[in-house]
């Protein structure tokens, strides 16, 4: 992607190139001028409308990207700084040299066992990290899983949601990508722990057979952010 945005944002980071894109924003590399490193930088996009919900949506967003900053584990991508800029929220991380493992699992097919394994156990290791200190991730998924040779990195935790916090966003919509979503989430928007290790073991299935998990039926037309199913009586 060559697509630029030479914007200089909070007066050191100079945007540069795009890296990726997807529901919620844009992923930049960037340049920190006062430190004079490379950094990774998402502008956050989200999907609301009035003043109101604009405002809630990106106060919940920078609450819960300062409590992912706190988190400390090889297997988490670094939180750097989390800043406003456009009246958006700009979440600065660590840059990851690596490619998503969806594109690694596009690109050479279904990973060996031995490797999957490895992914899991990092990631496993990650989520009981960010559990421990209350925060659910909440889009799990081979996108958001970046490959640094050895290293696993789970990235994307802008969308996490804090113990206690909800689930939605202020247009009660289910921020997540569907076919990764544990059957609760999209029932009645119920969050937990178990709703990112059904993600997680969806991730592993697509790392093993190089295919999208498929349990012989239609599945419901859905883009993110995506709105619950009423509760059944």
């Known amino acids: 992607m060559t697509e630029e945005h030479p914007t200089l944002i909070a007066g050191r980071y100079r945007i540069g190139t795009m890296l990726g894109r997807g529901g919620m924003g844009v992923v930049w590399r960037a340049t920190d001028e006062f430190l004079e490193r490379e950094v990774a930088i998402k502008e956050m996009r989200l999907p609301v409308a009035s003043g109101q919900e604009t405002a809630t949506a990106h106060g919940r967003t920078?609450?819960?990207?300062?409590?992912?900053?706190?988190?400390?584990?090889?297997?988490?991508?670094?939180v750097h700084d989390v800043i406003t800029h456009d009246d958006r929220p700009w979440i600065v991380m660590e840059l990851i040299d690596g490619p998503s493992l969806a594109e690694v699992v596009r690109l050479n097919g279904p990973l060996p066992r031995n490797r999957v394994a490895d992914i899991a156990i990092s990631l496993l290791t990650a989520?009981?990290?960010a559990h421990r200190k209350g925060i659910l991730h909440?889009?799990?998924?081979?996108?958001?899983?970046l490959v640094d040779g050895d290293r696993v990195v789970l990235t994307d935790f802008g969308i996490a949601a804090v113990d206690g916090s909800t689930?939605?966003?202020?247009?009660?919509?289910?921020?997540?990508?569907p076919q990764y979503l544990a059957p609760e989430r999209i029932?009645?928007?119920?969050?937990?722990?178990p709703g990112d290790l059904w993600s997680l073991g969806v991730t592993l299935y697509v790392a093993l057979t190089g295919r999208p998990r498929s349990n012989g039926r239609t599945?419901?037309?859905?883009?993110p952010p995506c709105s619950p199913r009423p509760r059944r009586r």
């Open 219 to 223: 599945p419901r037309r859905c883009s």
């Open 138 to 145: 909440r889009d799990v998924k081979p996108a958001n899983v």
């Open 167 to 177: 689930a939605l966003t202020a247009t009660n919509q289910i921020i997540g990508s």
């Open 127 to 129: 989520l009981d990290a």
């Open 187 to 193: 029932t009645d928007g119920r969050t937990g722990p």
């Open 62 to 78: 920078m609450r819960e990207a300062r409590s992912a900053a706190k988190l400390s584990h090889t297997a988490i991508i670094t």
